[in-house]
């Protein structure tokens, strides 16, 4: 079967990673979190005063990113990968909302877009890639056969990110969480260099009224009739 690169872009906490990490799964096709490496990058940033703080210094970050080094660990018992920033396993802190209320100012860093991309495009090389992210079918994959973009109102998804934080016992408030959505989707809509918008030969899929089944059957329908 001839294998395909498949993008997943699509506004905050739509889900993409559920369906994306189901779908590489079924088809034995890699799976690649971007956001989760613009959140290593800005914990990093954090974690060296440069956001956050009293003495904020965000475009310092520019000259330190040759320190970082970012890997993906398969973790056998959970089944996905996670997250390493120089070699220390970050999965659980680039979750959290300390993370999220920065990540996009530093996702707007063109240098930070183009290491990260870069690590990207050599990731899908081979393709056999499912990636979600904001500029996949965009900027890291315009070629890509598959390209979905996912979107659903606002309330329902910082409803999900809520229940999701919850669930990981971390301690925040729906209003807070809905703030966050709202305020990195008008971020990321409106940076200069590739803001989050659907490609043109994107499928747009609002999954506002969806359960997680019917969304995989649809999306994996899709891929069927390409593979
Ligand atoms: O997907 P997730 O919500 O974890 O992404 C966190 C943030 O990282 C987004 O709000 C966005 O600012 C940034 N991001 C990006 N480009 C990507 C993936 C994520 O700018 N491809």
Redesign the pocket.
């Given at each position: 079967m001839e294998k395909i690169t498949i993008a997943i872009?699509g506004y905050?906490?739509t889900g993409?990673?559920t369906i994306a990490k189901q779908l590489a799964k079924a088809l034995g096709y890699i799976y690649v979190?971007?956001?989760?490496?613009?959140?290593a990058v800005?914990l990093f940033a954090i974690r060296n005063g440069l956001v956050g703080g009293k003495h904020e210094n965000i475009h310092a970050l520019v000259q330190l990113l040759p320190k970082i080094r970012l890997k993906f660990i398969y973790n056998d018992d959970l089944g996905f990968s996670e997250m390493y920033l120089n070699n220390e396993n970050v999965e659980n802190e680039i979750?959290g909302l300390e993370v999220?209320k920065h990540?996009?100012r530093?996702?707007?860093i063109e240098e930070v877009?183009h290491m990260?991309v870069d690590m990207?495009k050599k990731m899908g090389k081979e393709k056999g890639i499912v990636m979600?992210?904001?500029?996949?079918g965009t900027v890291?994959f315009p070629d890509a056969e598959l390209k979905i973009f996912m979107d659903a109102s606002p309330e329902k998804r910082a409803y999900r990110r809520y229940r999701e934080l919850l669930e990981k016992g971390q301690k925040v408030s729906y209003d807070d969480v809905l703030k966050n959505v709202q305020h990195?989707?008008q971020?990321?809509s409106s940076?200069e260099f590739?803001p989050?918008k659907k490609a043109d030969d994107a499928i747009a899929f609002d999954n506002s009224d969806m359960g997680l089944k019917e969304q995989f059957e649809r999306i994996y329908n899709y891929t069927l009739r390409i593979i």
């Amino acid at each position: 079967m001839e294998k395909i690169t498949i993008a997943i872009d699509g506004y905050s906490s739509t889900g993409k990673s559920t369906i994306a990490k189901q779908l590489a799964k079924a088809l034995g096709y890699i799976y690649v979190d971007t956001g989760a490496m613009y959140r290593a990058v800005t914990l990093f940033a954090i974690r060296n005063g440069l956001v956050g703080g009293k003495h904020e210094n965000i475009h310092a970050l520019v000259q330190l990113l040759p320190k970082i080094r970012l890997k993906f660990i398969y973790n056998d018992d959970l089944g996905f990968s996670e997250m390493y920033l120089n070699n220390e396993n970050v999965e659980n802190e680039i979750r959290g909302l300390e993370v999220s209320k920065h990540v996009s100012r530093v996702a707007e860093i063109e240098e930070v877009r183009h290491m990260l991309v870069d690590m990207q495009k050599k990731m899908g090389k081979e393709k056999g890639i499912v990636m979600d992210g904001r500029d996949i079918g965009t900027v890291v994959f315009p070629d890509a056969e598959l390209k979905i973009f996912m979107d659903a109102s606002p309330e329902k998804r910082a409803y999900r990110r809520y229940r999701e934080l919850l669930e990981k016992g971390q301690k925040v408030s729906y209003d807070d969480v809905l703030k966050n959505v709202q305020h990195r989707d008008q971020i990321d809509s409106s940076r200069e260099f590739s803001p989050l918008k659907k490609a043109d030969d994107a499928i747009a899929f609002d999954n506002s009224d969806m359960g997680l089944k019917e969304q995989f059957e649809r999306i994996y329908n899709y891929t069927l009739r390409i593979i």
